[in-house]
């Protein structure tokens, strides 16, 4: 099965999603330009890629924009339409009220499990 990794660029976060290894996560800032442009190529290898049952995705956003908050939650719907069996653990900054609650709405609009951890 293939893997999709992307480094992070000064305004997009890394992404790493390899089924072989079992590593999922996306990690860093996250407002390009345009964020359905970048997020694009991701949501393609979802399309064909299978997450396997009872994977565990982290994301973690030192900044969301909101453009990149409607492309993160289609990627998490691409994800909900394979398997439902998928743990994500949200992280945010203590203090964050506003990055716990973007995970929180994407756990209300999912039906994924989210763990959220405050680091």
């Given at each position: 099965m293939s893997k999709y990794t992307l480094d992070h660029g000064k305004?997009?976060?890394?992404?790493?999603?390899?089924?072989?290894?079992?590593?999922?996560?996306?990690?860093?800032?996250?407002?390009?330009?345009?964020?359905?442009?970048?997020?694009?190529?991701?949501?393609?290898?979802?399309?064909?890629?299978?997450?396997?049952?009872?994977?565990?995705?982290?994301?973690?956003?030192?900044?969301?924009?909101?453009?990149?908050?409607?492309?993160?939650?289609?990627?998490?719907?691409?994800?909900e339409k394979q398997e439902k069996d998928i743990l994500v653990k949200w992280y945010y900054e203590d203090g964050d009220d506003d990055m716990r609650a973007v995970g929180a709405n994407y756990q209300k609009l999912s039906s994924l499990n989210f763990e959220f951890i405050e680091i």
């Open positions: 305004n997009t976060p890394e992404i790493r999603f390899d089924p072989d290894a079992n590593v999922f996560y996306i990690k860093g800032k996250s407002f390009p330009e345009n964020a359905k442009k970048h997020y694009s190529d991701f949501t393609a290898w979802l399309k064909i890629n299978k997450i396997p049952a009872g994977s565990l995705i982290e994301l973690n956003f030192e900044y969301i924009s909101s453009s990149s908050v409607i492309s993160v939650l289609e990627l998490l719907r691409e994800i």
